[in-house]
């Protein structure tokens, strides 16, 4: 079977730095895209990784251990509008596999 | 630029009905997937097309049908309706198989199914 592990929520305090863990489990991995999804709204694409190691966006930096299975989303200077669910997903011999999302909260 | 669109935003059916919802691509794109997204949970895979062809299917029952047009727009149906079928139902759209492509996601279609 295929299946993605993240953690359901986290809280954060505006400015601060959030990282969020995704473990996986898929058949003929590809790679680890990162979607956000604000309430009410599409996922949006984040970040893609396919080759080991640290991918760097503005704010957003994803990285990716293909030995270990394991990705994560760092998310920089956290502002008010990062608030809304962070989904991992694998892509392999299904496009993509989601994981059931991380609801980041940003506090002031 | 027109991003991928999908009609009608929402729609109330009965069980036992039968319900079509309708996705325009992203300009340009030519594969289109479609999601089952259930109340705080992650998107699932249903089914993705390219040319006019079901290419790859997750692990939905046969009541779940596709369609894509020749200008690459996509319908999803759903017959004999259940109560569980109640859903954000999602359209993405992308250049190729979307294995690592990024994929654009439309605002979706909220079924609800009484």
């Known amino acids: 079977g295929q299946s993605l592990e993240q953690p359901s929520e986290v809280t954060a305090v505006e400015g601060a730095i959030v990282q969020i863990n995704c473990t996986y489990q898929?058949?003929?991995?590809?790679?680890l895209s990162w979607y956000q999804q604000h309430d009410g709204g599409a996922p949006t694409f984040l970040s893609y990784?396919?080759?080991?190691g640290l991918e760097e966006t503005g704010r957003f930096s994803s990285f990716l251990s293909r030995s270990d299975s394991y990705g994560y989303l760092l998310l920089q200077e956290l502002q008010m509008k990062d608030s809304a669910s962070y989904f991992c997903?694998?892509?392999?011999?299904?496009?993509?596999?989601f994981g059931k999302g991380t609801r980041l909260s940003v506090i002031a | 630029d027109a991003g991928v669109t999908q009609s009608p935003t929402h729609l109330i059916k009965t069980r036992g009905q039968q319900v079509t919802l309708r996705c325009s691509p992203k300009?340009?794109?030519?594969?289109v997937s479609w999601y089952q997204q259930a109340l705080g949970q992650g998107p699932q895979f249903i089914f993705q097309?390219?040319?006019?062809?079901?290419?790859q299917r997750g692990n939905f029952p046969d009541r779940f049908s596709g369609h894509q047009f020749p200008n690459y727009s996509s319908e999803l149906n759903v017959n004999a309706l259940l109560l569980g079928d109640s859903a954000l139902y999602l359209c993405?759209?992308?250049?190729?198989?979307?294995?690592?492509?990024?994929?654009?996601f439309g605002p979706g279609t909220r079924l609800t199914v009484l």
């Open positions: 990784n396919a080759l080991d």
């Open positions: 993405a759209s992308s250049l190729g198989s979307g294995r690592g492509d990024e994929q654009f």
């Open positions: 898929t058949s003929g991995f590809y790679g």
């Open positions: 997903a694998a892509s392999g011999n299904t496009p993509l596999v």
């Open positions: 097309y390219y040319e006019e062809e079901e290419r």
């Open positions: 300009s340009g794109h030519d594969t």
